[in-house]
C-alpha cells in the first residue's frame, strides 16, 4: 500500500533564504512521485514530477526535488524564496500497480509555506 | 488548450438536500479524478474512472455519494443526502495517461465550494 508524509504543516523562511519541504512515502512498487503547488484561490498546479529517470528533477519557478530510495524521500527545495512562492504544497505517490491494475495517486496533508519580506 | 471546467463553482445547501456537481476534462483525457479537499488537509481521491469506467472508488461514500462518467468524458458527482461534514471544496482533475503508462500529471479544475449548514 502507498502512503506519503509530509513532515512540516507549516514552513516559515524569508524572502531570499532557501525553502525545504520534507515529504517521505511508502511504496510496494516502483513509484512515481509529484509535487503540485495551490496557491490561494487559484487551482492546483503540477511543479515538478518523478518518473523513475533522473533522481534529481527540475521543475518550475525555479524549484526541484531529489527522489532518494534509500531514505523513501522526496524533499522540494529552493535556493532562494520569492513573496509569490507562499502557497499550499502537496506532495504525491502513485504506485506502480501490478498487471491489469491503475495508477492511483495519493495526497500528502500538504505543507503551507509562509514568507516574509 | 481549454482546461479542466467545473460548475458550480459556489454552492450551498442543507443537511439532507442533494446537490450535483459537474466536471468537463480536458479534450482526449481518459482518466477523470474526483476528489474532496477539507479545510486544511490535502485532497483525498473520491473516486477514479478510465474512460467510462471506475477505477477507484474505495473512498466514496456510497451510501450518499454517486458519480458517473457515461460517455466517457464529462462526469457527474451527486450527494444525496448531505451531511454537514460534506463541507468541503470538491475538486476535478484529468490526466492523459491511461492505466498502463508510468506517469499521469494531472490537470485540476477550479473546484466547487460546498457548504452545508
Known amino acids: 500500500a502507498q502512503s506519503v508524509t509530509q513532515l512540516d504543516s507549516h514552513v516559515s523562511v524569508s524572502e531570499g533564504t532557501p525553502v525545504l519541504l520534507r515529504c517521505n512515502y511508502s511504496?510496494?512498487?516502483?513509484?512515481?512521485l509529484f509535487w503540485y503547488v495551490q496557491h490561494p484561490n487559484k487551482g492546483l498546479q503540477l511543479l515538478l514530477k518523478?518518473?523513475?529517470?533522473?533522481?534529481l528533477v527540475k521543475g518550475i519557478n525555479g524549484f526541484e526535488a531529489e527522489f532518494k530510495k534509500s531514505e523513501t524521500s522526496f524533499h522540494l527545495t529552493k535556493p532562494s524564496a520569492h513573496m509569490s512562492d507562499a502557497a499550499e504544497y502537496f506532495c504525491?505517490?502513485?504506485?506502480?500497480?501490478?498487471?491489469?491494475?491503475?495508477?492511483?495517486?495519493?495526497f500528502g496533508r500538504g505543507t503551507s509555506l509562509i514568507v516574509h519580506p | 488548450e481549454a482546461g479542466v471546467a467545473q460548475s458550480p463553482r459556489y454552492k450551498i445547501i442543507e443537511k439532507r438536500q442533494s446537490v450535483a456537481f459537474w466536471c468537463n476534462p480536458i479534450?482526449?483525457?481518459?482518466?477523470l479524478y474526483w476528489y474532496q479537499q477539507i479545510l486544511g488537509q490535502g485532497p483525498k481521491l473520491l473516486i477514479q474512472?478510465?474512460?467510462?469506467?471506475?477505477?477507484?472508488d474505495s473512498q466514496l461514500p456510497k451510501d450518499r455519494f454517486s458519480a458517473e462518467r457515461l460517455k466517457g468524458v464529462d462526469s457527474t458527482l451527486k450527494i444525496q443526502p448531505a451531511k454537514l461534514e460534506d463541507s468541503a471544496v470538491y475538486l476535478c482533475a484529468s490526466s492523459q495517461s491511461g492505466t498502463y503508462i508510468s506517469y499521469n500529471e494531472q490537470f485540476f479544475g477550479p473546484g466547487t465550494r460546498l457548504t452545508v449548514l
Open positions: 479534450s482526449g483525457h481518459a482518466t
Open positions: 511504496s510496494s512498487y516502483s513509484p512515481s
Open positions: 504525491v505517490v502513485s504506485d506502480r500497480p501490478p498487471p491489469g491494475g491503475s495508477y492511483i495517486p495519493t
Open positions: 518523478y518518473t523513475s529517470a533522473a533522481t
Open positions: 474512472f478510465q474512460n467510462n469506467g471506475v477505477v477507484d
